[in-house]
């Protein structure tokens, strides 16, 4: 993917420089787009075999000789971990193991040449640049072992996996005024991934807004037609890490719809109270049932059918409030019956559209399906995964079958 990213930006700056010097005239396009194309396939065959060289021969340019401690149990998936991650970086030069004596033997055909006894004697005769700590969840750290081998001049490297358990935590080193810290979250987006989102945010913010200002001639004239009233519907809404803020929408209810709202709810197709939806809702402008059981469909219905009424929330982006692609922030209401791994939607900065609306939202009525489907998307977060969404959102819209 990386190749793919980099042909893509080499294949911009030509376009850019030959548009800009009027010279695309002169050169064929089939060129410039087989180019792409070699340079693909040239680029990723070197980079596989570089990696191969290194995994294979990494001994032949490993510039530092690392020592490693760890335990029984744990020596031999640090290993293979360093040799993995590290890409041939580091000569294992061998093995203390501090939990039992297991000298003169080899894990993953390195030698165990200490224990926590003779570790520090081995380390005074022996070449060794590094020393790599790697111990089990609750196993003591050997500050006294540490401070001796920093004493010597041979940097130390200690995992922090004993703080934080779970495999989907992120972990960073980080400082804080003066002190050093170990960070723990669940997503981790780097500054550049960050102005990016933010970026995509803007742009997509203005053209919303653009669309929202022909849509409010249009539909603020019907929506009054048949319910006189305001033609956006503001609510507070809860945002990242339960900070609140007013939402906008196009009107598609009548205005006393939040004080019907708690007399529908045994009619709510959500398994719980933590979110509401119900097929024919008389709340809806233009909405009703007939008395053979059959729904008569207003204008509210079209609005929501084509995620019309979304379009202010463009305004909401452009403020900073929402993103394109998100989780879907809940109301106040909905926010205080959450339990705590309900609040973890809510880590990242909600969205107009995600992974819940584009998975078939009408047909999803299980609240914790809905978690767990926002957990993924805070996990696997990436720019080119929004892109995805926002492609499946047009499509799901387009087709109007009620995902949105």
Known sequence: MRTVKHVFFVE????????????????????????AVYYILISYTMRLAWKWIIRKKGYLFASAALY???????????????????????KIRGICILDENMTNTQIEHVPVT?????????LCNKWVDEVYIALPEN??????????????????????????????QIRQV???????????????????????KRLMDIIGGIIGCLFTLVLTVILGTLICLQSPGPIFFTQ?????????????????????????????????????????????DPRIIGCKIRPDGTVKKGIGNFIRDYSLDEFPQFYNVLK???????????????????DLHHRARLSIRPGITGMWQVNGRSKITDFEEVVELDKKYIREWSIGL???????????????????
């Open 236 to 280: 507070v809404r809860v945002g990242k890490n339960g900070k609140k803020f007013r939402m906008y929408k196009f009107r598609s209810m009548y205005p006393d719809a939040d004080k019907r709202k708690k007399q529908l709810m045994n009619e709510n197709r959500i398994s719980d109270e933590r979110m509401f939806k119900m097929d024919a």
């Open 139 to 168: 196993y003591p750290v050997p500050n006294d072992l540490i401070d001796l081998i920093t004493e010597m001049g041979i940097v130390v490297h200690v995992e922090l996996d004993q703080i934080g358990s779970k495999k989907w």
């Open 68 to 90: 490693v401690v760890s335990t029984k149990y744990q020596a031999a998936e640090t290993i293979k971990k360093i040799r993995t991650k590290a890409k041939g970086e580091y």
């Open 12 to 35: 911009l700056v030509i376009i850019f420089y030959l548009f800009s010097t009027k010279e695309s005239a002169q050169y064929s396009r089939i060129v410039i787009y087989l180019l």
């Open 386 to 404: 929004d892109l995805r969404i926002l492609l499946k959102t047009v499509l799901v819209v387009l087709r109007k079958d009620g995902s949105m």
């Open 320 to 338: 900073g409030d929402l993103s394109l692609v998100g989780t879907r922030p809940p109301t106040v209401d909905e926010w205080e019956k959450y």
């Open 114 to 122: 200490s224990d926590k006894d003779t570790l520090v004697s081995f």
């Open 174 to 196: 980080q400082k804080i005024g003066d002190q050093v810290v170990q960070t723990i979250s669940t997503t981790k987006i780097s500054t550049r991934q960050a102005v990016a």
